[in-house]
């Protein structure tokens, strides 16, 4: 099986990957070869790439004549059709009168016949001189495909031009990702310490005033002694969170984020401690 070329839309092939037909110049796209194509024919210089093609398809063939050692009745007979084939050639893009005349000095043209095969060296010239030409149209071409395709993409909404995988490039993960709507809060460590401390201290104070209600003995008060704890559940729970309020710059230890949220969650209420 023969190996798959790919290439990014936005890269730009090379003018010998148009000539040659690579398959990364046959990929649809703004710099492909269908679009050079219609470009060239937009600016009357389709000349220049078909000259370049019969000519490499005419060395090409001459040279399979060339390696040839003897000759043959087949051997004379493609001799003949590579004549016409430079007849062709000569006729199309070469005289003076010919339809789609290559843009050429006129003292390179008069050197070839239209009835005699050139020499090998003299046809590379002549090439050497058109690829120069087709060359500048395509430079021409890549430097108008991409003013029009980022005009394109500046015409574009905001969040359509940035692509998706950029979102996520300054974050670890995807979570890492927060919206405006929902609330997180990020307890430090030095106040689940105090809330730890805090909710002791109201686990021992409830246990206390539930033992004096049934006149059982605590772990701070020996059997029959009177206990000196408080008897109000409301004054012990609101020691518990003066204990709280009084820890210093407890308030500066939430820091809320407002991550995204997507349109189907409700927005989440406030935490509170």
Same mark, same amino acid.
């Given at each position: 099986?023969?190996?798959v070329?790919?290439?990014?839309?936005g890269?730009v092939?090379s003018?010998?990957?148009?000539?040659?037909s690579?398959?990364?110049?046959?990929?649809?796209?703004?710099?492909?070869?269908?679009?050079?194509?219609?470009?060239?024919r937009?600016s009357?210089?389709?000349e220049?790439?078909d000259?370049?093609? *019969? #000519?490499?398809?005419?060395?090409?063939? @001459?040279?399979q004549?060339?390696?040839?050692?003897?000759?043959?009745d &087949?051997?004379? =007979?493609e001799n003949?059709?590579?004549?016409?084939?430079?007849?062709?050639?000569?006729d199309?893009?070469?005289?003076?009168t010919?339809p789609?005349?290559v843009?050429?000095?006129?003292k390179l043209?008069?050197r070839?016949?239209?009835?005699?095969?050139?020499?090998?060296k003299e046809?590379?010239?002549?090439?050497?001189?058109?690829?120069?030409?087709?060359?500048a149209?395509y430079?021409?071409?890549?430097?108008?495909?991409r003013e029009?395709?980022?005009?394109?993409?500046l015409?574009?909404?905001p969040l359509e031009?940035?692509?998706?995988?950029?979102?996520?490039?300054d974050?670890?993960?995807?979570? *890492? #990702?927060l919206?405006?709507?929902?609330i @997180?809060?990020?307890?430090?460590?030095?106040?689940?310490?105090?809330? &730890?401390?805090? =909710?002791?201290?109201?686990?021992?104070?409830?246990?206390a005033?539930?033992c004096?209600?049934?006149?059982?003995?605590t772990?701070?008060?020996?059997?029959?002694a009177?206990?000196t704890?408080?008897s109000?559940?409301?004054s012990s729970?609101?020691?518990?969170?003066?204990?709280?309020?009084?820890?210093?710059?407890?308030?500066?230890?939430?820091?809320k984020?407002r991550?995204?949220?997507?349109?189907?969650?409700?927005p989440a209420?406030?935490m509170?401690l």
């Amino acid at each position: 099986m023969p190996p798959v070329h790919f290439r990014l839309p936005g890269v730009v092939p090379s003018l010998d990957e148009i000539v040659c037909s690579e398959p990364c110049a046959l990929q649809p796209g703004p710099y492909s070869k269908a679009a050079f194509v219609d470009f060239l024919r937009l600016s009357h210089c389709a000349e220049n790439l078909d000259f370049v093609w *019969d #000519v490499d398809r005419y060395l090409e063939r @001459f040279c399979q004549q060339e390696a040839v050692p003897f000759l043959d009745d &087949e051997t004379i =007979l493609e001799n003949l059709r590579l004549v016409r084939l430079w007849t062709l050639i000569y006729d199309t893009y070469i005289c003076r009168t010919a339809p789609r005349e290559v843009n050429v000095p006129g003292k390179l043209l008069a050197r070839f016949l239209a009835h005699v095969l050139p020499d090998h060296k003299e046809v590379l010239v002549l090439r050497k001189a058109v690829y120069e030409l087709l060359s500048a149209n395509y430079n021409d071409f890549v430097t108008s495909a991409r003013e029009h395709h980022a005009h394109h993409i500046l015409c574009r909404r905001p969040l359509e031009a940035v692509a998706p995988e950029a979102l996520l490039q300054d974050h670890d993960s995807p979570h *890492d #990702v927060l919206s405006p709507d929902t609330i @997180f809060h990020i307890i430090s460590p030095d106040l689940l310490v105090q809330w &730890e401390k805090t =909710l002791e201290t109201y686990e021992m104070l409830k246990l206390a005033s539930s033992c004096e209600s049934a006149g059982l003995p605590t772990r701070n008060n020996s059997a029959g002694a009177a206990s000196t704890r408080p008897s109000s559940r409301g004054s012990s729970l609101g020691s518990v969170f003066d204990n709280i309020r009084e820890y210093s710059g407890w308030k500066k230890t939430v820091r809320k984020l407002r991550p995204r949220r997507s349109s189907s969650e409700k927005p989440a209420d406030d935490m509170s401690l």
